[in-house]
């Protein structure tokens, strides 16, 4: 008996362990629930933008199944606590037989709905508010369950940025709808705004239909600027989703649009100091974790979220001819459009280098080209110097029988000018022989002339010059100056030539010169 009664506790205890991990084992299992509560009937920005940022970085980040819920209310215009009780119903219906893990609220409409209701929904859930401001959420009204990440706007600095860019603005308009929650933040704006008042004058949205605000933008001096903050509900009571409308006020306004928050970039604001949505989803993600994972709600604490550096579209600066030089420091441009530099760098890049290789062959060519044509007037100078010389050295060949052409007319004149002498210094002269002498000297005169001016000619430096001659001529006045040289040399010189002329066109002196070469070398090669 006594080993029964002494093993019976430590059954018992085996037994409560086994029970423990397995019921651990079924907790571990079984997803986490997370119901994400929207304040509008349909997603609205900036809280639809914080809430799709919540869902991303949860299941990103999270290491167990998740289970997300995502109710979508119309609270955000109730006018009374009455409206509130069919969207109680409905969340009490839709969650029936299923344990909360975590309620998110996006944005304030959205965490005083829980607030005051929570007693019939979720008394002992804990509860994460995203993306309330800090001015709408007091200390006092969060229960010990409760944690918060929140954003603190400083209204001013929307405004602000507005001057700083375009300091000639005189007039501000404020686009801002009617819902409660609207005419909240146009108190808020109109506070905040107080001490610009003396500088720019501040037209206010919310007490007119859209219709009537899109004629007011289309209409507006040039010294206007449009503060595009919140429109969910115009006066009329007529409901707009955010990005449509602000897309049709950007079709007609004359005047740039800026906004509130980065949710709105890409969407027609020309920019400023904006709330970052994404960075508060982001935090909201990460305070749900510490949540889930056990952490209590009231000792998960936040740095509220305030105001980004600004930013601006790049596209709006261009279509209101806005310069970059005027942005802020440190500003931030979005949605630049790549140069052509950026967008083909390397295409660009190649085509330069194409063209600095063509240029470079280019400039090889007519390098070259210059340096062949001014050799080529070199090797013409220096042909032309060797040909002077080569008739120099002809001459010395030819002076023989260039003395020989020269001697035999000079001769001629002197044994006819003595003839001439004695027939005159006879008793009676007879003239008529005295003419034909001095007839032969003239003629003798002649022909020693134009020896002279043959060997001129063959000695001076004349340019290539082609006049129309005749062969035979040219040829025999050649063998005529070869003749004493062949017979120095004894070497016979037979002229055939034709009976008819041979008419041609050429410079006289290279024909010349060649022929003598031919003739000379013929002679040098028989010895």
Request: proline share 5%.
């Given at each position: 008996m006594g080993r029964r009664d002494f093993s019976r506790p430590i059954l018992a205890a085996i037994a409560c362990s086994v029970l423990t991990i397995w019921a651990t084992a079924v907790s571990a299992a079984e997803p986490r629930r997370v119901l994400i509560i929207?304040?509008?009937?349909?997603?609205?920005?900036?809280?639809?933008?914080?809430?799709?940022?919540?869902?991303?970085?949860?299941?990103?980040?999270?290491k167990e199944p998740i289970n997300l819920y995502e109710v979508s209310l119309d609270t955000a215009r109730a006018q009374s606590r009455q409206d509130e009780a069919p969207f109680v119903e409905?969340?009490?219906?839709?969650?029936?037989?299923?344990?909360?893990?975590?309620?998110?609220?996006?944005?304030?409409p959205s965490a005083f709905f829980v607030q005051r209701?929570?007693?019939?929904?979720?008394?002992?859930?804990?509860?994460?508010?995203?993306?309330?401001?800090?001015?709408?959420?007091?200390?006092n009204s969060l229960a010990e369950n409760d944690a918060v990440v929140l954003s603190d706007l400083d209204l001013t600095e929307y405004l602000a940025s507005i001057l700083k860019l375009l300091p000639q603005t005189t007039d501000v308009a404020v686009v801002v709808g009617n819902s409660p929650v609207e005419r909240y933040w146009t108190s808020e704006l109109a506070r905040a705004f107080q001490p610009f008042t003396d500088r720019v004058k501040i037209e206010w949205f919310n007490d007119l239909t859209f219709d009537a605000m899109l004629q007011r933008a289309a209409a507006m001096p040039p010294?206007?600027?449009?503060?595009?903050?919140?429109?969910?509900?115009?006066?009329?009571?007529?409901?707009?989703?955010?990005?449509?409308?602000?897309?049709?006020?950007?079709?007609?306004?004359?005047?740039p649009i800026f906004g509130t928050g980065d949710y709105q970039m890409g969407r027609g604001i020309v920019g400023g100091a904006l709330l970052p949505t994404q960075k508060l989803g982001a935090l909201g993600a990460d305070a749900a974790l510490r949540i889930l994972n056990g952490?209590?709600?009231?000792?998960?604490?936040?740095?509220?979220?305030?105001?980004?550096?600004?930013?601006?579209?790049?596209?709006?600066?261009?279509?209101?001819?806005?310069?970059e030089n005027q942005l802020p420091p440190n500003s931030i441009?979005?949605?630049?459009?790549?140069?052509?530099?950026?967008?083909?760098?390397?295409q660009i890049a190649l085509a330069c280098a194409l063209i600095l290789l063509q240029g470079a062959l280019i400039g090889g060519l007519l390098y070259e080209r210059r340096r062949r044509g001014f050799a080529e007037v070199q090797a013409s100078r220096r042909s032309a110097e060797l040909a002077h010389v080569n008739r120099f050295a002809m001459a010395g060949e030819l002076t023989t029988?260039?003395?020989?052409?020269?001697?035999?007319?000079?001769?001629?004149?002197?044994?006819?000018?003595?003839?001439?002498?004695?027939?005159?210094?006879?008793?009676?002269?007879?003239?008529?022989?005295?003419?034909?002498?001095?007839?032969?000297?003239?003629?003798?005169?002649?022909?020693?002339?134009?020896?002279?001016?043959?060997?001129?000619?063959?000695?001076?430096?004349?340019?290539?010059?082609?006049?129309?001659?005749?062969?035979?001529?040219?040829?025999?006045?050649?063998?005529?100056?070869?003749?004493?040289?062949a017979?120095?040399?004894?070497?016979?010189?037979?002229?055939?030539?034709t009976r008819d002329s041979l008419p041609i066109k050429g410079d006289r002196i290279q024909l010349q010169q060649v022929i003598i070469n031919l003739a000379i070398n013929a002679m040098d090669a028989m010895s």
């Open positions: 929207h304040a509008f009937g349909h997603a609205y920005s900036p809280w639809s933008d914080m809430a799709g940022s919540v869902r991303v970085e949860l299941l990103k980040k999270s409905y969340i009490r219906a839709l969650l029936a037989g299923r344990k909360v893990d975590l309620i998110v609220p996006i944005g304030a209701n929570r007693q019939l929904l979720f008394p002992d859930t804990p509860m994460l508010i995203v993306g309330a401001a800090r001015r709408r959420i007091s200390d010294t206007t600027a449009i503060l595009w903050f919140l429109l969910s509900e115009d006066a009329a009571g007529i409901p707009y989703l955010e990005e449509r409308a602000l897309d049709a006020m950007r079709e007609v306004a004359s005047v952490e209590k709600a009231s000792a998960v604490k936040t740095p509220d979220v305030v105001l980004n550096s600004t930013a601006y579209d790049w596209r709006e600066l261009r279509r209101w001819k806005i310069s441009v979005l949605f630049r459009e790549p140069t052509a530099w950026e967008q083909y760098r390397w029988s260039i003395a020989h052409e020269i001697n035999q007319p000079l001769g001629a004149m002197q044994a006819n000018t003595e003839t001439a002498q004695l027939i005159l210094d006879s008793p009676a002269p007879d003239l008529k022989e005295v003419r034909e002498i001095l007839s032969d000297i003239h003629r003798d005169n002649k022909r020693a002339g134009e020896v002279i001016f043959r060997l001129r000619s063959l000695l001076k430096k004349t340019p290539f010059e082609l006049k129309g001659l005749d062969l035979n001529d040219l040829a025999g006045e050649t063998a005529d100056l070869l003749s004493r040289v017979a120095a040399r004894k070497v016979k010189i037979d002229s055939l030539l």
